[in-house]
C-alpha cells in the first residue's frame, strides 16, 4: 500500500508542478489598439496620489518623463504642462484626471495622455525594519477617442535584496532604529519613486509600453 501511495505522489508531483506554473505565468496583453493608435506624443497628467505622504505626487511626477522619453516617445513639458492647468484654474489631480481626453487633447495637441495613480508612498515600520515602498498605476489613453492603449503596474522598495546583517536581535533592532531616523530625516522615498517610475513605463518589458516612433527598436515589435 505505502509502495503505491508513493508511486502515486510521484505521478501526481510533475502534474502539479505544471499547474502551478501555468496559474502563474501573466496573460500577454492586447496591444491592438496600441498598435493601431500609433501614438507619436504623450501628455503626462499630475499624478493621483492615493498615500498619506504629500510630497508623493511631485516627486513621481519629476521622474516619469524620463523612461518615457528614452522609450521614444515626445513628452509635453511637465512645468508647461503643470502651468497651462493653473492658468485654467486646474490646480488638483482629482479634477484635471476627471476632464474629458477630447478637451486635453484640444488644448495640448498630444495624441495619448498618461494617468498615473500613487497607491503607496513612503516608508513602513515595523519593530525589526522600516522599509520604503513606492507602488504605482498607469494607463495610457488615446486623447481623440478615450479608448484604453495600455495600462500596468509597478513597484519598488529600498528592502529589495532583503536583510543580510548579522548581529542577531540586537543587531536587527539597531538596524531598524538607525534606518528609521534616515527615512524620517531624509528624503529616502524619491530615488525609489525613480526605480519604480522606470518599471512601469520603461518599454520593452513583460507587458510593457510599446517603443515610440522614436526609437530605433519602433519597427522591431
Known sequence: MIKRMLKLAACVA???????????????????????????????LPPLNNSPEVNATNSVY???????????????PVALVN???KQNGMTTA?????????KLQQIFGADAGMYITINKYGATYTV????????????????KTGTVLWSGTASASNN?????GGGGLVGALVAAAVKQIINSTTDQS?????????????????????????????QKQ
Open 83 to 85: 502651468e497651462t492647468f
Open 14 to 44: 510533475p502534474m502539479v508542478l505544471v499547474v502551478g506554473c501555468a496559474s502563474n505565468k501573466a496573460a500577454q496583453y492586447d496591444y491592438t489598439a496600441f498598435k493601431a493608435a500609433k501614438p507619436r506624443s504623450i501628455l503626462v
Open 94 to 102: 482629482a479634477d484635471i484626471h476627471a476632464l474629458p481626453p477630447v
Open 128 to 143: 525589526l525594519n522600516s522599509v520604503i515602498v513606492v507602488e504605482a498605476a498607469a494607463k495610457l489613453v488615446d486623447l
Open 160 to 164: 529589495e535584496g532583503g536583510n543580510n
Open 190 to 218: 524619491h530615488p525609489v519613486a525613480g526605480a519604480a517610475s522606470n518599471r512601469l513605463l520603461s518599454a520593452g518589458l513583460n507587458n510593457g509600453l510599446l517603443y515610440g516612433p522614436r526609437s530605433e527598436n519602433y
Open 62 to 76: 519629476a521622474q516619469v518623463t524620463y523612461p518615457l522619453a528614452e522609450a521614444g516617445y515626445y513628452v509635453l
